[in-house]
């Protein structure tokens, strides 16, 4: 999921909130004052600058920087962090997002190993690893996903691992390839709802990333999605994409708040309050969920490491 630092939001003013979602025009009007539930400590403490200082050694890049999450300073603090492989430029542009968008540089053979030097060197008990969209490559990456598997378990046993894969557009031997690891949970973020996964995700499709999820669970993975809400969904579309993701059995999912990372981007179309989110916590155990992790600073990477245990 991308988000930037809570500052840097702007909403929008338009009437209609779903011409307001389909809307990539930038925003213009004035930053509205953010609800009261925003409230993020940026605080730089041993842990968080060991694993900075690591990463900047060992040349590694991390979701958290790219898409500029707003718990970057709570996770990095508590020494978890999520590695973000194949480069840091995306071949895909969706809305919402904030990492660069363009073409990206050569394969790099030794991030596997430099992954799995630092899961060694920050003695992380569960290790998170995401990539950019990599379209260009047969195998959309998933070779790569594979080895950095393979080295991080070797390097470090005890460590469990979640993948956040992308829809490797819609390649059944790369999910394979990326399965046959076995990793601990396959993540998979659906993002959003069907109606507005066109217009937000326009090189993605709705029912490819439920497929990869259903595929995925002939692997005997346990699988994992999330939603952000705020594009102009409606609370039934939501509850409509849990009953999908249940529908293909999956496990693990986390609901948060979408914010705009730059003016170029979609604007907030609404804030859910704290509520709301923990309605939709309840009524997805309800569903089948083993574990939901559902609030406005939730992000797919969000105590990754408890989920593991619920899942």
Known sequence: MTFVPLGH????????????????????????????????????????????QTMERLQLHTICEEARCPNRWECWNARTATFLIL??????????????????????????????EA????????????????????DGGAGVFAETIRQTKRLNPSCTIEVLIPDFEGNDQALATVCAEKPEILNHNIETVRRLFPSIRPQGKYQRSIDLLERAKHHRMKTKSGLILGMGETIDETRE?????????????????????????????????????ALLKEEGLAMGFA????????????????????A
């Open 87 to 116: 480069g840091d430029i995306c071949t895909r542009r969706c809305h919402y997002c904030s990492v660069e968008t363009g073409r990206p540089l050569a394969v790099d053979v030794n991030e596997p190993h430099r992954v799995a």
């Open 291 to 310: 574990h939901v992790e559902s609030g406005p600073l939730v992000r797919s990477s969000y105590h990754a490491e408890r989920q593991v245990v619920g």
């Open 241 to 277: 994409v849990m009953r999908d993701l249940r529908a293909v059995d999956c496990d693990i999912i986390t609901i948060g708040q979408y914010l705009q990372p730059t003016r170029e981007h979609l604007p907030v179309v609404r804030f859910y309050d704290p509520s709301e989110f």
């Open 119 to 138: 899961v060694r060197a920050l003695e992380l008990r569960h290790a998170v690893i995401t990539s950019v969209n990599r379209d260009e490559l047969p």
């Open 9 to 52: 939001l702007r909403a929008s003013s338009a009437s209609d909130p779903q011409l307001s979602a389909i809307s990539h025009q930038p925003s213009t009007n004035d930053r509205p004052r953010l609800p009261a539930w925003f409230k993020v400590t940026a605080k730089t403490g041993p842990d968080y600058l060991d694993i900075k």
